[in-house]
């Protein structure tokens, strides 16, 4: 786990949460340990050992040693190419794969040369959806490692509804290119039919910088003369997330950056919540056609898919019931984690056979339905 992820209960990220996730239900879970920067609250159901002191970013350089000790037989790093490569170079003759968990950055013609002949001593690359993967290989087309999608997978018996009150969640980063201002924006359009039905905005952040804490600081402005129908919380661990989760009728999803996949959304999904969200990247993968599937950038059509669901329960609880059954169908933990150990072991097979697959070759782990 590279820079800029917090392998631990209070400030994980989707790539930290997907990463735990995986290690938890392997069928390796044995024989596997998670390399991360030092945190107060590590992880304690999995096996990781943290390369710095709480607090510090770990560089490519920190994972040496304690990989030389480890000795091991395949290495996994998730989204940091260049920690990729760091590793590649330092564990020769060992199959390195590459996690990805969004979009791969359309830089220039010669950037894409350099990182091309890099990303070609990757033993694989495993993306979280289909969008990712599509636009990497529309833009990246000299790269012959074998290009995969294991879409993320969830406890769907510990993301499971409650008796639900009349609410509303935002569960994600305070950034706004993840949507936030749109759905407060959406919120101060309507709070006062929303107030007269007793329905209530609960905004949950994950604030793990000084650029986030400032968007936080200003939501709590901008929200300021709606306190008793509206809060904010930040930081809050995994099974406290779940619970606010499972009480709200409606989660919103409101990103503008083309997300990778959409955790927070099968999230709300598994626990019984009707879902808007937008369009970009990869979240159509996560939601199909059980929410509200609206534009980035439009805080009028968050308020009227609000005021529409607000306003009509049977619609509610369908989509709900259709968002679970999807989850449950295709994103259940047990059989992602069975999936990714499988598309492990392939990768793993290639690499010391010396098989030519390459990403011409096709392989779907999600089907969209």
Same mark, same amino acid.
């Given at each position: 786990?590279?820079?800029?992820?917090?392998?631990?209960?209070?400030?994980?990220?989707?790539?930290?949460?997907?990463?735990?996730?995986?290690?938890?239900?392997?069928?390796?879970?044995?024989?596997?340990?998670?390399?991360?920067?030092?945190?107060?609250?590590?992880?304690?159901?999995?096996?990781?050992?943290?390369?710095?002191?709480?607090?510090?970013?770990?560089?490519?350089?920190?994972?040496?040693?304690?990989?030389?000790?480890?000795?091991?037989?395949?290495?996994?790093?998730?989204?940091?190419?260049?920690?990729?490569?760091?590793?590649?170079?330092?564990?020769?003759?060992?199959?390195?794969?590459?996690?990805?968990?969004?979009?791969?950055?359309?830089?220039?013609?010669?950037?894409?040369?350099?990182?091309?002949?890099?990303?070609?001593?990757?033993?694989?690359?495993?993306?979280?959806?289909?969008?990712?993967?599509?636009?990497?290989?529309?833009?990246?087309?000299?790269?012959?490692?074998?290009?995969?999608?294991?879409?993320?997978?969830?406890?769907?018996?510990?993301?499971?509804?409650?008796? &639900?009150? $009349?609410? %509303?969640?935002? /569960?994600?980063?305070?950034? *706004?290119?993840?949507?936030?201002?749109? @759905?407060? =924006?959406?919120?101060?359009?309507?709070?006062?039919?929303?107030?007269?039905?007793?329905? &209530?905005? $609960?905004? %949950?952040?994950? /604030?793990?910088?000084?650029? *986030?804490?400032?968007?936080?600081?200003? @939501?709590? =402005?901008?929200?300021?003369?709606?306190?008793?129908?509206?809060?904010?919380?930040?930081?809050?661990?995994?099974?406290?997330?779940?619970?606010?989760?499972?009480?709200?009728?409606?989660?919103?999803?409101?990103?503008?950056?083309?997300?990778?996949?959409?955790?927070?959304?099968?999230?709300?999904?598994?626990?019984?919540?009707?879902?808007?969200?937008?369009?970009?990247?990869?979240?159509?993968?996560?939601?199909?056609?059980?929410?509200?599937?609206?534009?980035?950038?439009?805080?009028?059509?968050?308020?009227?898919?609000?005021?529409?669901?607000?306003?009509?329960?049977?619609?509610?609880?369908?989509?709900?019931?259709?968002?679970?059954?999807?989850?449950?169908?295709?994103?259940?933990?047990?059989?992602?984690?069975?999936?990714?150990?499988?598309?492990?072991?392939?990768?793993?097979?290639?690499?010391?056979?010396?098989?030519?697959?390459?990403?011409?070759?096709?392989?779907?782990?999600?089907?969209?339905?």
């Amino acid at each position: 786990m590279p820079r800029n992820m917090h392998f631990c209960q209070s400030r994980a990220t989707s790539i930290d949460l997907c990463a735990h996730d995986l290690a938890l239900h392997s069928q390796n879970k044995g024989n596997l340990r998670i390399f991360a920067g030092g945190e107060e609250d590590l992880f304690e159901d999995v096996d990781v050992l943290a390369v710095t002191e709480p607090g510090k970013k770990p560089t490519p350089a920190r994972f040496y040693d304690p990989l030389s000790e480890f000795g091991p037989q395949l290495i996994v790093v998730h989204q940091h190419l260049e920690t990729a490569f760091q590793i590649i170079t330092d564990f020769p003759g060992t199959p390195v794969v590459l996690h990805r968990h969004g979009r791969f950055e359309r830089n220039s013609a010669f950037k894409r040369w350099k990182y091309t002949r890099k990303m070609n001593r990757l033993a694989g690359i495993i993306w979280v959806g289909e969008d990712a993967r599509n636009n990497f290989c529309e833009n990246f087309t000299g790269v012959k490692a074998r290009s995969v999608v294991v879409p993320n997978g969830i406890d769907c018996d510990l993301w499971s509804p409650a008796p &639900k009150e $009349n609410s %509303v969640i935002y /569960v994600g980063r305070a950034r *706004e290119d993840k949507g936030v201002f749109d @759905l407060a =924006q959406a919120w101060l359009a309507c709070a006062d039919r929303l107030d007269r039905t007793g329905w &209530k905005l $609960n905004l %949950v952040l994950a /604030v793990t910088d000084e650029g *986030e804490q400032s968007t936080a600081n200003s @939501l709590r =402005q901008m929200l300021s003369n709606h306190a008793a129908s509206v809060s904010i919380e930040t930081n809050l661990n995994a099974s406290d997330v779940q619970k606010r989760l499972a009480r709200s009728s409606i989660a919103v999803v409101p990103s503008i950056v083309a997300e990778g996949f959409g955790r927070t959304a099968i999230e709300a999904m598994s626990c019984g919540a009707a879902v808007i969200t937008t369009h970009s990247g990869g979240l159509w993968e996560a939601v199909g056609e059980t929410g509200k599937v609206i534009n980035p950038r439009a805080p009028k059509e968050i308020a009227s898919a609000l005021l529409d669901l607000a306003d009509n329960q049977p619609m509610r609880e369908d989509m709900a019931e259709a968002g679970r059954e999807r989850v449950l169908r295709l994103f259940n933990i047990q059989q992602i984690a069975e999936n990714y150990d499988d598309m492990l072991m392939s990768l793993w097979d290639d690499f010391v056979s010396g098989s030519d697959n390459t990403q011409g070759l096709i392989d779907h782990m999600l089907v969209s339905e």
